[in-house]
């Protein structure tokens, strides 16, 4: 049972370059959500996808979108790369849950990103 | 404020000792609870679900406070495989999706 993957492992470009990233979800889950996660802090949510759909974003600006295909996998867009984007994008995927016992999420193991 | 606010720790304790993290969060509106473990340069790691009636896995013990917004993890004998950064973790949202807030996670080291 393959876990969530993520492509490419490691990226570097340069400042006003664009980039994109890719997550395959586990084997039966059929939603994703991206993180940003800065050095010595905790991931931030970027934004989740359903059904093909953006669901809920979080604090990011429009240079950061996303797009999830009919197979569930999931490409994460990075425009006009900043210094600040620097960082190690995380894919999650999960189940529909609600409640106490719902959405337990699942995450890839990441592209570090530098934007020097 | 932060939404989820954690112990900022570092916490060094020898093998076999107990140590327990703390966690506050701010939404009253949030759904569900999780400890998440994440060693250097790795993934974040489901390790246990946080339930209202409080829930142990092994050596491990996670609790619920709702009416005080309060989240609790503690690590019973503890082994060097243990060191890594624990994240407090809250999901908020709709019923079917839904966010997850992290805390800025505590350093745990355990020596020999």
């Known amino acids: 049972d393959a876990g969530v993957t993520q492509s490419p492992t490691h990226l570097i470009k340069t400042r006003g370059q664009q980039v994109t990233l890719r997550c395959s979800p586990k084997?039966?889950?059929?939603?994703v959500s991206w993180y940003q996660q800065a050095l010595g802090q905790g991931p931030q949510f970027i934004f989740q996808?359903?059904?093909?759909?953006?669901?809920q974003r979080g604090n990011f600006p429009d240079r950061f979108s996303g797009h999830q295909f009919p197979n569930y996998s999931s490409e994460l867009n990075v425009n006009a790369l900043l210094l600040g984007d620097s960082a190690l994008y995380l894919c999650a995927s999960s189940l529909p849950g609600s409640g106490e016992r719902g959405g337990k999420q699942f995450f890839g193991p990441g592209t570090r990103l530098t934007v020097l | 404020r932060k939404e989820v606010e954690q112990d900022p720790g570092p916490f060094n304790v020898p093998e076999g000792a107990t140590v327990a993290f703390n966690c506050t969060y701010s939404?009253?509106?949030?759904?569900?609870f999780f400890w998440y473990r994440q060693d250097c340069r790795k993934e974040p790691k489901l390790l246990m679900s946080v339930y209202s009636s409080g829930n142990e896995d092994g050596r491990f013990t996670a609790q619920l406070n709702r009416a005080s917004q309060y989240i609790s993890l503690l690590i019973r004998d503890s082994k060097l495989s243990d060191s890594a950064t624990y994240l407090c973790?809250?999901?908020?949202?709709?019923?079917?999706?839904?966010?997850?807030?992290f805390g800025q996670g505590t350093i745990l080291t355990v020596h020999p």
């Open positions: 084997s039966g889950h059929d939603t």
């Open positions: 996808y359903y059904e093909e759909e953006e669901r």
């Open positions: 939404n009253s509106a949030s759904q569900s």
């Open positions: 973790v809250v999901k908020t949202g709709g019923t079917s999706y839904g966010k997850l807030t």
